[in-house]
C-alpha cells in the first residue's frame, strides 16, 4: 500500500472530529441552499481545482462521505457540471454537533460570474492540484481567483492528488518542487496553512482527504 504525505505548516491541535452521518445530494441549479454563518453549528467547506489527477475532486469527496468507509469500485469521475453538494454531520470533542456541508465546484467555472455566489458566507477551502500538471500554476489561478470573495480570514487548505497508477515523482531536483521546503515555503508564501498528498483511494475519516478536512474543521471552529 502507498505511503501518502501529510504537512502541515502550523502545529495542529489535537483530533476533534468524529465521523457519525452523511448523506450526499446532487443540485445542478443556480439556486443555493440555505446557508448560516454560525461556525459553531454549520460550516461550508468549497473545493476547487482543475482536473489534473487521476480521479476527479467528486470521486474523492464521496470516498470520504462514506458512511462505511468503503469505496465504490466504479466511482461517477464525470465533470462536475456548476457545483455538486455533499454534507457530513460531525461532532467536536464537546459532543456538539457540526453540519458541514461540502460545495465542489466544477473546473470551468473558474471563468463562471457564478463563482461569486457559491462562494457566499464560505468557511474554508480546499483547492486541488493534480501531478499531471508540470506547475502548481492553476492551483494558484483558483485560489487567487476566488480568494476576494471568501475573504482575507477564510482558511486554505492544498490537496495533491497523486492517485495514478503509479504516482507520480513531482517532488526532487529539477521537478515542480525541488525539496519538501520548498513546498512549505510556497504554500506559507500563498497563503496555504497546510498541505496533503493523497497516493491511493481510501475512504472515511482515516483517508487522507478525511485527515485535509479534520485539519480544515479544527482550523474554522478554533
Not at 504537512?7 to 439556486?31: A, D, G, V, W, Y
Not at 469527496?61 to 466504479?74: A, C, F, L, P, Q
Not at 529539477?174 to 525539496?179: I, K
Not at 506559507?188 to 493523497?198: D, I, P, Q, R, T
Amino acid at each position: 500500500m502507498a505511503d501518502s504525505r501529510v504537512e502541515t505548516l502550523h502545529e495542529q491541535k489535537p483530533e476533534e472530529i468524529i465521523e457519525m452521518k452523511t448523506f450526499k445530494s446532487n443540485i445542478k441549479t443556480e439556486r443555493e441552499p440555505e446557508v448560516c454563518a454560525d461556525r459553531t453549528g454549520f460550516i461550508k467547506i468549497i473545493c476547487v481545482g482543475d482536473y489534473s489527477g487521476g480521479w476527479g475532486k467528486r470521486v474523492h469527496i464521496e470516498d470520504y462521505i462514506s458512511s462505511e468507509g468503503t469505496i465504490k469500485k466504479n466511482p461517477n469521475n464525470d465533470p462536475i457540471v456548476g457545483v455538486d453538494f455533499a454534507l457530513k454531520i460531525v461532532h467536536d470533542k464537546s459532543g456538539k454537533q457540526i453540519k458541514c456541508q461540502i460545495w465542489n465546484i466544477g473546473e470551468q467555472e473558474r471563468c463562471s460570474n457564478m463563482v461569486r455566489v457559491y462562494c457566499k458566507n464560505t468557511h474554508g477551502v480546499i483547492v486541488f492540484w493534480g501531478t499531471r500538471s508540470s506547475s502548481t500554476d492553476n492551483a494558484l489561478k483558483w485560489k487567487h481567483h476566488i480568494s476576494p470573495f471568501v475573504g482575507q480570514d477564510v482558511p486554505f487548505v492544498l490537496v495533491v492528488d497523486n492517485v495514478l497508477q503509479t504516482p507520480a515523482k513531482w517532488i526532487g531536483e529539477g521537478l515542480v518542487m525541488n525539496s519538501l521546503e520548498e513546498m512549505n515555503s510556497f504554500c506559507l508564501e500563498h497563503g496555504f496553512f497546510a498541505w496533503f498528498e493523497m497516493m491511493e483511494r481510501a475512504g472515511g475519516e482515516k483517508s487522507v482527504f478525511g485527515q485535509a478536512m479534520r485539519s480544515l474543521i479544527n482550523e474554522i471552529i478554533s
